[in-house]
């Protein structure tokens, strides 16, 4: 047994470790051979001059979000692992890009270690993803997936889930630490020599102390998590590692009986569909990676009754919340400590970027007035702690979106200087300074 934290080693299981003083960090050690890539093994050091690069094909997944997400689609030999909770979706994506790569490009071997074939087809039927290109072999065995994958010679495999293929005879059980280990290495070997890409499903899960993907994210060469909340229908995919592309980039996918269907427009998603203006609502423009998102936010300011007043928010950032509440106090002069305050992003959408900043502060403003933002109004920019507005990056992108989604004016930090960003020219430009500047121009007219 081994600490995970510190590495302090025990014969037994220990609740604590006596190293670090940590609880439950103890995992069984097995004995696994380091992982020798046989394509470089006895290769003499080379000047990177004399190295022969790679070409640089891409295999494409056949759906369009994923693609974006993944750089261009599936690079050969290389390793994709797939997290996310459990049925957020993660087989169904799969099963989907499977059989569009079948259609398309050539055989996909999918093996399914948790559902079983009936299972897999029964799910194809619905999802009307029937292919003859498509072969499932539902096997938990990774000697044996080895040696379909290279009797078959796909285009592409994918493993769903690695956590229940195992080696036979190694001491640890399905989904340990140790299995999981060997079994990724062994089939990032076969990757690397045959140049197919190889595609994992890694569950995650709660505690995230089980051989969950977190072990696995050094040894993949991508590492893409479908996020969802149970109770909207869209999901994103999300890159979080990516050797051979950008990680800022998003999918977004609505989930129906069919499966998942892209959304080329996901601003639609996140905007509520409200046609008159409210109190405390204010759509701000964000930008995931490329691609501009709008969000609305929405702010409810009351009067605090007994005890300490309240702040709760979803889906946007705690602190900056705090933050544009003392912001507000101190330099414009409410007094928000008496009250209470709740901030939500529609849809459930997270927001994380500082440019959703001056969005917050209006939205609070707003509601603590009782006075709606204009409707068609987008709002940009991140507040400094002396209320100035900071400029935010993309700014023509985000001005072109909100003028695509049929806004008409749009407030923004003077010092991004972006009146003559091109793609905004539909929209009255409102540049502003700082945030009292702002409230004077959207809040009392
Ligand atoms: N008949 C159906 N009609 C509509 N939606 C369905 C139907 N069956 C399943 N779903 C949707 O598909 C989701 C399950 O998807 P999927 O099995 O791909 O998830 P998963 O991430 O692979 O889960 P797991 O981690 O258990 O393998 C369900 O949560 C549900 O929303
Ligand atoms: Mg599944």
Not at 245 to 253: K, Q
Not at 270 to 278: K, M, T, Y
Not at 335 to 361: F, T
């Amino acid at each position: 047994m081994r600490c995970r934290e510190c590495g302090y080693r025990s014969v037994r299981w220990l609740g604590r470790c006596p190293g670090c003083g940590e609880w439950h960090t103890f995992e069984e050690e097995t004995e696994v051979k380091a992982a020798r890539r046989e394509t470089l093994a006895g290769d003499p050091p080379r000047p990177l001059t004399e190295v022969v690069g790679a070409e640089e094909t891409r295999i494409t997944s056949g759906i369009g979000e994923m693609d974006r997400v993944l750089g261009g689609g599936f690079v050969p030999g290389s390793v994709v692992l797939l997290g996310g909770d459990p049925g957020v979706g993660k087989s169904t994506l799969l099963l989907q890009a499977a059989v569009r790569v079948a259609g398309i490009v050539g055989r996909v071997l999918y093996v399914s270690g948790e559902e079983s074939a009936p299972q897999v087809r029964l799910r194809a039927e619905r999802l009307r993803a029937v292919h003859s290109g498509l072969y499932l072999a539902p096997e938990t065995d990774i000697e044996r997936v080895e040696k379909h994958i290279s009797e078959l010679r796909p285009v592409v495999v994918i493993v769903d889930s690695i956590q229940t293929v195992s080696l036979d005879g190694l001491a640890a059980v399905p989904g340990s630490l140790g299995q999981v280990r060997e079994c990724t290495v062994r089939l990032t070997r076969l990757a690397k020599s045959t140049g197919i890409p190889v595609l994992l499903v890694g569950h995650v899960t709660k505690e995230g102390v089980l051989a969950g993907p977190r072990t696995m994210e050094h040894m993949v060469d991508t590492v893409l998590y479908l996020e969802g909340d149970r109770h909207h229908t869209y999901r994103v995919l999300r890159g979080v590692k990516n050797r051979f592309g950008s990680t800022n980039e998003i999918g977004v996918f609505e989930m129906d009986s069919a499966g998942l269907r892209e959304v080329e427009n996901p601003s639609r998603l996140f905007l509520s569909s409200g046609a008159a203006p409210v109190s405390g609502s204010v759509v701000v423009s964000c930008v995931e990676g490329t691609r501009p998102l709008l969000v609305e936010i929405q702010a409810l300011v009351s009067a605090a009754g007994y005890g300490t007043p309240r702040r709760m928010t979803a889906g946007v950032d705690y602190n900056r919340v705090i933050l544009m509440a003392a912001v507000l106090e101190k330099r414009v002069g409410l007094m928000l400590s008496s009250q209470d305050i709740y901030v939500n992003a529609v849809g459930g959408v997270k927001i994380s970027e500082p440019a959703a900043d001056l969005g917050i502060a209006l939205a609070l403003v707003s509601s603590f007035w009782d006075r709606p933002v204009p409707a068609g109004t987008v709002v940009i920019g991140e507040v400094g702690l002396t209320g100035e507005l900071r400029p935010v990056p993309q700014l023509g992108n985000r001005l072109r979106e909100a003028a695509k989604l049929g806004f008409d004016s749009a407030v923004f930090p003077a010092a991004s200087g972006g009146s003559n960003e091109p793609g905004g020219e539909s929209l009255r430009l409102f540049a502003a300074g700082s945030v009292s500047e702002a409230l004077d121009l959207v809040l009392t007219k």
